[in-house]
């Protein structure tokens, strides 16, 4: 079983940055074939926002965050950062490290990922 850990939160004014990062351990070639960062503001559903085929390295990001998120993946480190840049009030929410172990299609629905960390609040304000 893939443990994920999620640090780098913090509090950032709009147009701040922050680098998120998900420590991965006890993962294995097929648990954790796609990851990706999902977040979930309050009152909101939890919402894709950027991917990382392990295999590939091939990212995806959703459209809003394009130009201002980047995610890779460090396998020496075993690490995920996402790193987010020209951050917006509207992003203020909790950001969650997900892994799943489908390599076929890409996986944007929550319920698609097999593994969660327990997330990482970032707070954006005025």
């Known amino acids: 079983q893939v443990q994920l850990v999620e640090s780098g939160g913090g509090s950032v004014q709009a147009g701040g940055s922050l680098r998120l990062t998900c420590t991965v351990s006890?993962?294995?070639?097929?648990?954790?074939?796609?990851m990706a960062w999902l977040r979930q503001a309050p009152g909101k559903e939890r919402e894709w926002v950027a991917g990382?085929?392990?295999?590939?390295?091939?990212?995806y990001l959703t459209d809003s965050v394009k130009g201002r998120f980047s995610i890779s993946l460090d396998n020496a480190l075993n690490t995920l950062p996402l790193q987010t840049t020209s951050l917006r009030l509207g992003e203020t929410a909790m950001y969650y490290c997900?892994?799943?172990?489908?390599?076929?299609?890409?996986?944007?629905?929550?319920?698609?990922?097999?593994?969660w960390g327990q997330g990482t609040q970032a707070a954006v304000s005025s």
């Open positions: 990382i085929y392990a295999g590939t390295l091939t990212t």
């Open positions: 006890g993962s294995t070639s097929t648990s954790n074939c796609q």
């Open positions: 997900a892994a799943s172990r489908v390599c076929t299609v890409r996986i944007e629905r929550p319920e698609g990922f097999n593994s």
